[in-house]
Each structure stands twice: as structure tokens, then as C-alpha cells.
């Protein structure tokens, strides 16, 4: 049989405030265990929470981006749960009055065509705690540097029907959250999470199906993987005529598959409640307004500027664009080497080519300095070193971002631009292979790269290439 | 130790004018905290440091330096109040090895005005009860009458202050826990208006009713004590914006001409008890004679004020109750099969019976297909009866009515009836619900030798009204001297 | 009004407490008395309740400051199982 499916997300990020959300430690990924906490953050009996402004004002920055509707009265509520991450047995979250409501966003496909992805709610509330397995004391540790770190939640409505508009979904939402600087969602430290919503229908019925949760999924491809694993498994059942129950599933991205959860309490029943210790509070409209003014350029705006005021093409800025750690890294190499073109054509080929090969580099994560990265180029787009000698470099720095005007000084590759030592070795190659030099007579233009190549091979890629091919071809015609 | 017969207000002066060092109060303190030990009153002395910290006050007056009037005088705090370097049980099995790494914001203000804390009291476990004998650490008795429940859950604080084994204490109050107590012990304690002292550090019972306050000998004494407690703290979200006042210097106007006084007959009709009848009879007659008027006002949903306690405090309660799970602090059960065994095991050693009667509750009324009817209910009446007493309030200065249906019950004697036991609470109650301030005074002694209370209710942040009322009564009809 | 003996028992368990038998029995007892107390709220009418809880304002949060955390001994100090720093909760099986 023929399904719909029927997708929605929610959406976790941690927001960069310099403080957690509701005490005034720390809000910084990792550290030594439990350095980051005070009594609030570790629930010590007596211990009281008091909301960060800033976290506040991030939440609303969230939801102007994406034409939210700002509450004016905002209420945080405790769901109740045991869990040891959970220092109080209660995350503070917010229910049945979020800062933000509804909105948007847009999304494209390969082919161009657009689809609208509404937006329930984005609402402010803690993380947890990290838990690590360890055998060998026989228990589970427990650091609460990440409790009590702000987190945002975009809930979206059930508008997705593939992996692939999840992911178009998702990236836009990152892309979003980047650039208005609320938060560096990095998949990998766990500071942009998402959960699945996935269920099946018959192909055109109105009846929705029974949905499955899925967790665990800390990149795109694990998104893309286990949304295609549950449709299949969803269809399967459905097509045996099995029930589809609704639960929470973590996927296992080693093993390519999900397994069904163990419930975090018993019939999910979370007690939800507005907390006596953080009373409603009011947000004003000119604090709305506030926000507004402040907001950062979107991308769209980026793309307008990269082609008015740099000269990059429109398709060169809109790839550039699409991550905001790429923007930052172009606009820092610019800074030190302000040839924008000539940067940008070497990142879209190059640089992220290179990134692209390591699939789970979902944050673009690049390890050459920006100077560093400046510097190479300068020194190719000079002369000073080869195109070959570039590259090689650049593979060189990328593992270990030594600096490449030291390695270039230290092994000697400044290119060879002199004429008349490219001509003494090209002659000697002539004399080296009689064969190449018929072949070229006869009309075989092979034979030039040839020699170009051996002379490579000689200087180890330091001879100047434009000048050594203008020169064998003087000297064999 | 006749010494510590004296007012705290007394003391002070004699402090002051250098008639005693707070060394030699401290030793007295200590001497009779150690002859009334057999009232199971204080869960912990602090000896050593309360020396230490005198001798640093009489250092400093002998060096001229302006002190407080708390300065070097011995205090004793309820067990739940957070303190660095002592234990923070809430007379709870769950946290009897609990030290807390931090003080709360009360301890920081009674440190700073230079208070000597000596000990730290007994108390219904984590504040829930009216006697004092759902204690992890044993029954407290009450000074009166060891045969007697001190009432509670501060039962340990007012024994301290009648026991003379300091000169004022801190209790807390989430449905009477301070003014039943000091009823039932003879002092004065005065639940302040939600929000005017800290909680921060004081471990949570019912965050929305929980209210930090003095147990005092005086009124005078009270007002004291609450000027060096209260204060906006920018640790708490529900703390008030209130500006400082001086109840000391600025309460008391030996007077109480004009004064209206409510009288709401949903207080009295249900009154059977001929002694706290009586007593609330001379009160009125003592007040009209005085130039106070009387003047009926209606309140007639505080009758449901109890059971919509019973709805919040308990929901609250199995909230703030749910981080004691065995991992961070507390009782670990040392055998289990899992993790979920692991916390039901832990729990149901570390905590007794009422407070897991509460929890239990707490959570049926937060529960799925429960919450509209109860909590959400209990909210609304709970709206209503704040209207109906800002309402009265339009009309009198205070409200009068008694701090409890009786005097003091015997140890023992409603144990097993934790609906009677609750009733204990019918007027000290409403109070909280409303998030307003009342006294509770010493106003006569019943048939059985125990003394009896009276209740003054105000209007938010009228302490200095109530204090003024309470004092001018206390000075010139009754007072905690005549109680034995 | 009555309540189930499963109900009880789900209510123990969403608490996280063990009750014996003869506990649960006295348990519900009590528990029935309680709510036949407390339901007595049902008969208020609460039709013309207006909502005034009391609202803060956004400017009485907190600014976004960093303040020093307690040291890794004050924060572990009190648990009754820690290594290396960390919490020790039993084992978490996913």
C-alpha cells in the first residue's frame, strides 16, 4: 500500500547567553565535572531560580525571526520527572503560555519549489544534566555543568512529508538561529537537537496515523537515516496489518537502526504546573520593539551585500551564505587578504570540498586559522608559490594548521619564476626524451603536459607552470 | 540563667550599656539550653561557634563600633534553614547527614546584624504537621507541660524562646506553622506578608505560602527581629519590592483609638471550646474599652480555605519533595534492582509518613484528569478569598480572631487522625492563602494550664499596624509573663 | 468520593514511594477522609473568579551575569556516591 507520511520536529537549542538561564553560573560547553553549578543548578534544598534577561530577550529574538507572535504574559511551569540528569526531579519548561507562538519558515527543494513549514510555538526552559556510563565503578556519572543551561524548543506543525524537507527544514531553522546570534548550533556538542514526530496514513486519507518519537538525532544524516528507517518499519507494520504504537524511539546511529525506549515515567503523566517560584511575568511591547531594532542581518540581506559591495556572483554568495560559521570564516580571511573573489572561488572549490568529505561535519568545522588560510592564498595568488605547491598545503594545514609561511620558508617551495633557469632544465628534458619531442612534432599537444610534468617531478612542484608551458612551446615549434 | 527570663528588647539595653557580654549571655544560653535538653528541642547546639562569634561582638563594643540590636544575643533557627557549617535536617531520616554548602539569605541578615545563632530546632519533618511529633529525631515536648505537644511544624523554635533558652527564633509558616506553635507555647509569632523575608535557602515546603518569621517573649522583641529579616532579595522572584521600614522605632504608638477592628463571624460560629470563647470575649470588651471599634465584615469562603491548602501546599509539595532522590545529597538505599528501584527505595526510607501522605496527594491533585477539579479549582477559591479579605480590609485595620480552636493537645492524642490534626490549622490558614500578615499573642491560659492565642490579621505589609495593636494589648491586658 | 486501590498505586508509583499492604489499606483510609474533605471545594462557585495573580515585569529579571559557581567539594560534598567529581546514580539503561 501507498502512505503519506507526516512529519514534524522539535527542535532543541541552546542559547549563548553568557550565564545559565536561571542562576548566574556558567553557560560554557564542557569544563572539568560539575565546576559550572550552585545550589540552583544542582537543586539544593532552598535553592531559587531567577529567570536571565537575556535568555528572555534571545527566545523573542527566535520568534520575530520567524514571525512569531509574542505573548505578553509568559508562563514558566515544572514537568515533573525522575531522572538523574534532572537535578530537581522537574525541568522548568513552559506550557500552556510559551514566549512565542506560531510563525514560519520557508523551504525550498532541489527543484526550486517552495513550501511553507508553520511553527506551533518556540518556548524557553533548562537542559539537563550529562550522564556517562561507566562500567568499571559499576553506575552512571553525573555532570551538571549543562543543567540549567537556556534552551530553546521550536515545536513545529506536522507539515513534513520526506527526510529531505526535515533536513531543509532543519538547516533553515540553523541558518536562522546563527545568523541572529542566539545560538552557535553546533549538532555535534549538542547545542542544536532534534526530535522526530513521524507518522503514516493511507495515501489521501484524513485520518492521521499513529505517530512514533524518534530521538538521538545529532546530525542531518542521522535525521535523514532514521526518518527512512521508520517509514519503512511504519509500512511494514501497516502493510502485515500490525499496529503502530505510539512511543519515544532512540536511534542508533552505529547500528543504523532505533529501538524503543524504555519510558521515562509511567504513562508519561509530567504533572505540569505553573512553578510557585517564578511567577508570570510580563513582556512589554516596547521590549518587542526593542528586540526588533537590534536584529542582525538575515541572509538574505548578506547575499544583497556580497554581491553590491564585493562582486560575488549571485549563486557564489547564496552557497557562501548558507552557513553562517562559513560567513564568518570568509569575512575574517577578507580581513587579512581583501581579494573577495578570489577567496570565495578557492572556498567554494577547495575548502568545501574538503569539508564535504567528512559526512558528520555537519557544523563546517574548519581548522585552518583564518590568517593562516589568508596567508596561502596570498602567497598563490602572487606567484609566489604554485598552484600545485597550494594545494598540497593547503591538505598539509588542514590537519595541522602549522603556519604555511614557516613551511614554506623551512622546505624552500617558493616558486621558480626565472625564465632562464626553466629554459636550462626544459632543455635538458628535451634532450632526455627525443620520443615526446617527435610525438609533439607529429601532432600529439600531449606531449607538452608531459614535459611539464617532468619538469615538475624535478623542482617538486616549485617551477612556475604558466611559465614553463609558454617556454616549451616556444622552444619545440 | 534568671537572666534568660529577660526580653530580648532588655537584653539588648544591657548589652549595650555593657551590664553583661554577650560571652556570658552565650554561656547562659547554652547553660539552659543544656538543662531543658529532655524537651528534645534543638536538633543541634552550636557551642563553639556561638563563643567564638560573641567574643567577636564584645570586641567589637568594646571598640566603640555601632552595633545592631541583635548584636551578640542568642538566637536559635528552625531546622530547615540553610547554614554553613551545620546540619539542615528538617528533622527529616532523608537528609539527617545533609550539611549545606551555603547559608540562606535570613542566616546572611541575622549574621550580619550580628546575631549569635546557638542552635537549630526541631520541627514537623520538612514542615508538615501541627505538633512537632512528626519529627525524625524524637517528639518535642512543650515548655509548659512536657506532657503537651509544643504545636508546630516550628514547635522546636517557640519551645527555644519559652524554654528561656534564647531570646528570639525564626520558625516558618506555610498554614500556621509559627502562630500555632507560639499559641501553644505561650509567645508571640508573627507570619509576615508573603514575599517581605527570603526564602532563599529555607528548604521549600509550599514556595507560594512559605514565609519566614520571629518567635519573641514581646512584641517589641518581634519587631526586633523581622527589621533585621526583611528585606527585598534579589535571590527570590517572589520576593516583594517593598521599602525598608523601622517596626522598631516606627510601630509603636501607645495607642489604639479609632482602630477599627473586623469581626467576621465565620472565625467564631464553629468555636466550641469555652476557653478560647472566653478569651476572645475579653479581647473584643479590652478593645472596645480602649477606643477601638468593632466592625462585623464578612468572609464567608475562608471555610474553604483549608482544603484549598490541602490542594496547593500538597501540590507544591510533591514538586519541591521530588529532588530527594538518594543521588545528590541524603539517603541512598544501599540494595536495589535498578535505578527506578533505586529511587523508591531511597525515598521510602528517608521519609516518614505524613510527609509521603502529602507527596501522595500532591501528586493526585497534579495528575492527569485531576488537575482542572482540584488544582485549578483550589486556585479560583483561592482568588476569592484574597478578593473577599482586601474587601474587608477596606472596612477595618485589623481582623480578630483566634490562633487555634484549643489550647494544647496532649503528645499522642490525635496522631492517628490526620484530618484533626489538620483542623488545627482552620484559622491560621486563610492567612497564607491570602499572602497576609498576622501575629499571634498570648491572650489567656485554658482549663488544662496551657496557654491560648490570639490571632490580629492585617492588610499586605501593615506589620507595624499589627505590631502596634499586639504591643498596646500585651502591655496593658496580657501578656507572656502571666503565662507559666 | 473513591478512590481505587490501582489508583493508589499508580499515584505511589508517580511519587516514587513503597507502601506495605497494611500502609496502603490505612493509606486509603486516611486518603478517602482527606478528599471528602477537599472535595467540598467543588460545591464553591468560582464562575466570576477573575485572574489577578500577581505578574512581574520583564525588567526584574536577572541580568545575564556570571557569578562564581561553588568549588566541585561544596557541590559533591553531601553525595552519598561520588568519583572523580562526579554524581554516581545508578546505572541508566536507555
Same mark, same amino acid.
Request: overall charge negative; aromatic content about 0%; cysteine-free.
Given at each position: 500500500m501507498e502512505y503519506d507520511v507526516v512529519i514534524g520536529l522539535e527542535v532543541h537549542s541552546e542559547l549563548k547567553t553568557k550565564s545559565k538561564v536561571f542562576c548566574s553560573c556558567k553557560n560554557e560547553f564542557g569544563g572539568e565535572p560539575n565546576t559550572h553549578c550552585c545550589p540552583v543548578c544542582i537543586g539544593l534544598p532552598g535553592a531559587l531560580p531567577i529567570p536571565n534577561k537575556e535568555a528572555v530577550k534571545m527566545t523573542i529574538k527566535a520568534g520575530l525571526a520567524v514571525g512569531s507572535q509574542i505573548n505578553d504574559i509568559a508562563i514558566f511551569e515544572r514537568k515533573n520527572y525522575f531522572y538523574p540528569d534532572l537535578a530537581k526531579a522537574y525541568q522548568i519548561s513552559q506550557a500552556v503560555r510559551p514566549i512565542c507562538i506560531g510563525g514560519g519558515v520557508e523551504i525550498e527543494d532541489k527543484n526550486g519549489h517552495k513550501k511553507y513549514i508553520r511553527l506551533n510555538r518556540i518556548h524557553l526552559e533548562e537542559d539537563a544534566g550529562k550522564l556517562i556510563h561507566n562500567s568499571k565503578i559499576g553506575g552512571t556519572m553525573v555532570d551538571y555543568n549543562r543543567g540549567g543551561v537556556p534552551l530553546i524548543e521550536i515545536v513545529s506543525e506536522a507539515d513534513m512529508s520526506s527526510a529531505e524537507e526535515a533536513v531543509a527544514y532543519l538547516s533553515k531553522l540553523r541558518n536562522i538561529l546563527q545568523y541572529i546570534e542566539v545560538s552557535d548550533c553546533k549538532m555535534e556538542q549538542g547545542s542544536l537537537r532534534c526530535d522526530v514526530n513521524i507518522s503514516l496514513k493511507p495515501k489521501g486519507s484524513e485520518k492521521l496515523g499513529v505517530r512514533a518519537e524518534m530521538k538521538n538525532l545529532n546530525s542531518f544524516r542521522s535525521v535523514t537515516r532514521a526518518i527512512e528507517y521508520e517509514i519503512k518499519r511504519q509500512s511494514r507494520l501497516l502493510d502485515e496489518g500490525e499496529e503502530v504504537i505510539q512511543e519515544t524511539r532512540r536511534w542508533d546511529d552505529a547500528r543504523n537502526r532505533s529501538f524503543s525506549m524504555r519510558r521515562k515515567e509511567d504513562a508519561q503523566d509530567y504533572r505540569y504546573f505553573p512553578d510557585p517560584d517564578l511567577l508570570p511575568f510580563k513582556i512589554e511591547r516596547s521590549l518587542v520593539e526593542e528586540v526588533k531594532r537590534t536584529m542582525p542581518k538575515l541572509r538574505e540581506e548578506k547575499i544583497n551585500d556580497y554581491v553590491n559591495d564585493l562582486g560575488l556572483s549571485e549563486y557564489d554568495a547564496s552557497v557562501l551564505t548558507n552557513d553562517l560559521n562559513l560567513v564568518k570564516y570568509f569575512e575574517k580571511v577578507i580581513s587579512y587578504f581583501n581579494k573577495p573573489k578570489f577567496v570565495c572561488n578557492f572556498i567554494l572549490t577547495t575548502l568545501l570540498k574538503k569539508v564535504k568529505e567528512d559526512e558528520e561535519n555537519d557544523d563546517l568545522v +574548519?581548522? +585552518?586559522?583564518p590568517q593562516n588560510f589568508a596567508n596561502l592564498l596570498q602567497m598563490y595568488e602572487s606567484g609566489q608559490i604554485s598552484q600545485a605547491i597550494c594545494r598540497e598545503l593547503f591538505d598539509e594545514i588542514w590537519t595541522t594548521n602549522e603556519d604555511c609561511l614557516k613551511i614554506v620558508k623551512e622546505r624552500n617551495l617558493v616558486q621558480n619564476n626565472n625564465e632562464d633557469e626553466i629554459k636550462e632544465m626544459l632543455k635538458v628534458l628535451i634532450e632526455e626524451f627525443p620520443q615526446s619531442v617527435q610525438d609533439y612534432k607529429a601532432g600529439n599537444t600531449k606531449a607538452l603536459s608531459f614535459f611539464i610534468g617532468q619538469l615538475m617531478k624535478k623542482t617538486q612542484g616549485k617551477a612556475n607552470a604558466q611559465i614553463a608551458s609558454k617556454l616549451i612551446k616556444e622552444m619545440l615549434d | 540563667m534568671e537572666i534568660m527570663n529577660e526580653t530580648l528588647e532588655n537584653i539588648s539595653e544591657m548589652l549595650d550599656t555593657k551590664k553583661i557580654s554577650s560571652v556570658e549571655l552565650v554561656n547562659e544560653s547554652l547553660k539552659s539550653i543544656e538543662a531543658t535538653k529532655d524537651l528534645n528541642i534543638l536538633h543541634e547546639v552550636c557551642r563553639d561557634n556561638a563563643l567564638e562569634m560573641a567574643k567577636d561582638i564584645d570586641a567589637k563594643r568594646a571598640n566603640g563600633e555601632k552595633l545592631s540590636k541583635l548584636a551578640g544575643i542568642p538566637i536559635v533557627i528552625k531546622d530547615n534553614i540553610s547554614m554553613v557549617g551545620t546540619y539542615t535536617t528538617c528533622s527529616s531520616k532523608f537528609l539527617e547527614n545533609y550539611k549545606s554548602p551555603y547559608n540562606a539569605t535570613v542566616v546572611d541578615k541575622l549574621l550580619q546584624a550580628g546575631a549569635i545563632i546557638v542552635g537549630k530546632a526541631n520541627m514537623d519533618e520538612f514542615a508538615m504537621g501541627s505538633s512537632s511529633e512528626n519529627c525524625a529525631f524524637g517528639v518535642v515536648h512543650n515548655p509548659r507541660n512536657p506532657e503537651y505537644v509544643p504545636g508546630g511544624s516550628s514547635g522546636g523554635s517557640a519551645s527555644a524562646v519559652a524554654a528561656n533558652q534564647c531570646f528570639g527564633s525564626l520558625g516558618t509558616d506555610t498554614g500556621g506553622s509559627i502562630r500555632q506553635p507560639s499559641s501553644f507555647c505561650g509567645v508571640v509569632g508573627l507570619k509576615p506578608t508573603y514575599g517581605l523575608v527570603s526564602r532563599y535557602g529555607v528548604v521549600a515546603f509550599a514556595s507560594s505560602l512559605d514565609q519566614v518569621g520571629p518567635i519573641t517573649k514581646t512584641v517589641r522583641d518581634n519587631a526586633i527581629m523581622l527589621e533585621a529579616i526583611a528585606g527585598y532579595d534579589n535571590n527570590e522572584f517572589t520576593s516583594a519590592k517593598h521599602d525598608k521600614e523601622s517596626y522598631y522605632k516606627d510601630s509603636f504608638k501607645n495607642s489604639i483609638k479609632g482602630l477599627k477592628i473586623g469581626y467576621a463571624k465565620e472565625f467564631f460560629e464553629s468555636l466550641n471550646n469555652q476557653d478560647v470563647i472566653k478569651s476572645m470575649e475579653n479581647a473584643m470588651n479590652f478593645f472596645k474599652e480602649n477606643g477601638a471599634e468593632i466592625v462585623d465584615i464578612e468572609l464567608p469562603h475562608i471555610k474553604d480555605a483549608l482544603a484549598v491548602y490541602y490542594v496547593l501546599s500538597s501540590a507544591e509539595a510533591a514538586s519541591n519533595l521530588a529532588r530527594f532522590d538518594g543521588i545528590k545529597y541524603g539517603v541512598a538505599a544501599k540494595e536495589y534492582n535498578d535505578l527506578i528501584d533505586f529511587y523508591f527505595k531511597s525515598r521510602t526510607q528517608g521519609f516518614g509518613s505524613e510527609v509521603k501522605r502529602r507527596i501522595m496527594l500532591g501528586n493526585f491533585v497534579l495528575s492527569s484528569g485531576y488537575f482542572d477539579a482540584y488544582y485549578n479549582k483550589a486556585k479560583a477559591v483561592q482568588n476569592l478569598i484574597i478578593t473577599e479579605f482586601s474587601n474587608a480590609f477596606k472596612n477595618c485595620d485589623v481582623i480578630l480572631s483566634p490562633t487555634t480552636p484549643t489550647s494544647a493537645f496532649k503528645i499522642g492524642e490525635k496522631v492517628n487522625n490526620p484530618l484533626e490534626m489538620y483542623l488545627n490549622d482552620i484559622f491560621t490558614v486563610p492567612v497564607n492563602i491570602a499572602t497576609l500578615p498576622a501575629i499571634s499573642v498570648p491572650c489567656g491560659i485554658a482549663q488544662n494550664g496551657m496557654p491560648l492565642g490570639m490571632q490580629l490579621i492585617g492588610n499586605r505589609f501593615s506589620e507595624s499596624t499589627l505590631f502596634n495593636v499586639a504591643d498596646y494589648y500585651e502591655r496593658n491586658c496580657f501578656s507572656f509573663r502571666e503565662v507559666k | 468520593m473513591e478512590i481505587t486501590e490501582k489508583e493508589i498505586k499508580h499515584l505511589a508509583s508517580l511519587s516514587r514511594l513503597n507502601f506495605t499492604d497494611e500502609e496502603l489499606a490505612k493509606f486509603s483510609a486516611d486518603f478517602k477522609a482527606i478528599l471528602d474533605y477537599v472535595n467540598e471545594l467543588q460545591k464553591v462557585d468560582t464562575s466570576n473568579v477573575k485572574d489577578n495573580t500577581i505578574i512581574r515585569a520583564y525588567d526584574e529579571l536577572r541580568e545575564d551575569e556570571v557569578k562564581p559557581s561553588l568549588s566541585n567539594e561544596e557541590i559533591v560534598g553531601n553525595a552519598p556516591k561520588n568519583y572523580n567529581g562526579y554524581f554516581i546514580a545508578p546505572t541508566v539503561v536507555e
Open positions: +574548519i581548522p +585552518i586559522e | - | -
